[in-house]
């Protein structure tokens, strides 16, 4: 039960404080609603018919990173006003801190992709995906941001304030998300650009998504090495943040 108290706990803060949903799901919003009408007009020749559907996808990954990234901003928040040392010392087994914590972030997550595809669908996008579909892409929803919140708390434990906490995940996450397949078709791209978008984990995450979003189905072998993938990254987030958690504890 002391993971769903943290769980209860890390919400009803969120909510307290809803300014951080809306912050963090404005900018990925932006980009569905200007960058797409912009660089839709370029984009007709590459083949892509509707370019807002086209990067809707690397937007859901977007959202993950943000929604991910101001739940470390929520950890000093609370180092700040001492609740977080409060809960440290209580009797709750250090992993059900983290799990509490992890899927406040995950459930933010949902939230803002929940309200981001309602936004889409003012721009004609159309998700072709069943029921069967729709679970795979929560799934995958689920993985990605269960990875991005581990890796977040934990840098967030290790860094000494806000400032330098979010430059380092700027330094990560602006990365990851243009080298990937976010905002354009890696078809055409050679060389070192190719390996980078090529090696980044993001990249077949999105194109997992966009075949389910856009056509209603993705190949097997596709599915199954991006969710052994994210299973192994999440499981690596997870004891990332637990192994700082109990580092803090020690100090």
């Known amino acids: 039960m002391s993971i769903f108290t ?16 809306a912050i963090t799901i404005l900018q990925p919003v932006l980009w569905l609603v200007l960058y797409s009408a912009v660089a839709g007009q370029t984009m ?12 809707l996808p690397g937007l859901v990954v977007l959202v993950s990173f943000s929604a991910c990234s101001s739940n470390g901003i929520m950890n000093y928040m609370r ?3 001492g609740s977080f040392y409060r809960v440290l010392i209580a009797p709750i087994k250090r992993s059900s801190i983290v799990l509490g914590q992890l899927l406040e ?5 949902f939230l803002e992709v929940g309200i981001m595809g309602c936004i889409s669908l003012f721009f004609h996008v159309r998700f072709a995906a ?36 979010e430059t380092v995940m700027n330094a990560i996450v602006l990365p990851v998300f243009f080298l990937s397949t976010a905002l354009f078709p890696a078809d055409d791209t050679s060389g070192i650009l190719k390996i980078a978008i090529g090696i980044n984990p993001f990249t077949h995450v999105i194109n997992v998504l ?42």
């Open 130 to 165: 069943g029921v069967k579909g729709i679970f795979l892409i929560l799934t995958l929803v689920f993985l990605t941001a269960f990875f991005m919140a581990g890796l977040a708390y934990g840098i967030s434990l290790i860094l000494p304030n806000e400032v330098m906490y």
């Open 6 to 21: 943290i769980l209860y706990r890390n919400v009803k803060w969120r909510f307290h404080n809803s300014f951080t949903i």
């Open 79 to 81: 180092k700040t006003d």
């Open 210 to 251: 966009r075949d389910l979003i856009l056509y209603g189905t993705a190949s097997t072998n596709k599915m199954i090495f991006v969710f052994m993938l994210f299973i192994f990254m999440g499981s690596i987030g997870f004891i990332w943040a637990l192994h700082g958690l109990k580092k803090e504890l020690n100090l």
């Open 44 to 55: 007709k020749n590459t083949g892509i018919e509707n370019y807002t559907a086209f990067i």
């Open 105 to 109: 972030a995950v459930l933010c997550t």
